[in-house]
């Protein structure tokens, strides 16, 4: 595998992960453009998503910084609540329990737990199925035009103004569905979470700050479910170091463009998102039909 080809698909991957389209879409296209197969293919993508994972934790130290904080203090104060309940149970007496949600940063770990559930299942349960989705240019191809659609159809709805704490849990577990859906290529998943945010009343920015969020424990997730996978193929000193190549590209790359990315999709319309994954996913389709 070219090392030239490795530094592309960490371009890609860097630029392309803040951005309402299917980066992993773009990816397999070129891999399949490339020669490169879906199970090497697999892995190298979860790599690349380290890459950005980086960046992205570069980017939001202080939110993920907080929000870790934040996890601490309701798991102190659960351990809290159950020493009150025996304490209850053994004195007879009726002393009040902690509240475990007290500001916008602890309503929003609990809201990215509840995402990272349905994530969590969706993803492992389709990985095979992702795989053979991604071996073909026919699946990327709908997997855009798919996206473009949820995309102008979301564009043209009234924007919300929600934040954190009045957020339901009913549409955390949307987002956590819709990210899971994303683990096939061509489907975005930062254009289908923000779409499911904006459909249940988030502000824009908000939607766009909590699928960023939402994205950290997806792609923890997604790497280790591949790390048992590595040793089953022909993976080479040469293709581990190509893989940490694109780890690395796609950190930098992320990390230079994250802040002008984010606030192009704040600004910008969905729209233009979307009339981009048609011209996609048109493309793509041409080029699967006359190989």
Known sequence: ????????????????????????????????????????????????????????????????????????????????????????????????????????????????????IPTMILGFLSRELAGAWGSSLLFPAIGFLISGVVLLVVDFIKKGNKIPRDTGYDCAMWIGICQGLSVFPGVSRMGLTVSAGLLNGLSPSFAVRYSILASVPAILGAFFVEVPHLGQGNLTPGLFFAFLLGTVVAAVTGMLVMRWMLRIVQRAKLRIFAYYSFLIGIAVLAVYLVR
């Open 1 to 116: 595998m070219s090392f030239l080809y490795i530094i592309l698909l960490g371009l890609v991957q860097g630029i392309l992960q803040f951005l309402p389209v299917s980066t992993s879409g773009h990816i397999v296209v070129l891999e399949n453009l490339l020669g490169i197969d879906s199970y090497t293919g697999l892995p190298l993508a979860a790599f690349l998503y380290l890459g950005s994972l980086a960046a992205i934790i570069w980017g939001m130290k202080k939110d993920i910084l907080r929000l870790l904080l934040e996890f601490c203090r309701i798991i102190y104060d659960i351990l809290t609540n159950l020493r009150i309940y025996m304490d209850n149970r053994k004195t007879g007496r009726n002393n009040a329990y902690r509240r475990l949600i007290h500001n916008n940063y602890q309503k929003l770990v609990v809201l990215l737990l509840v995402t990272s």
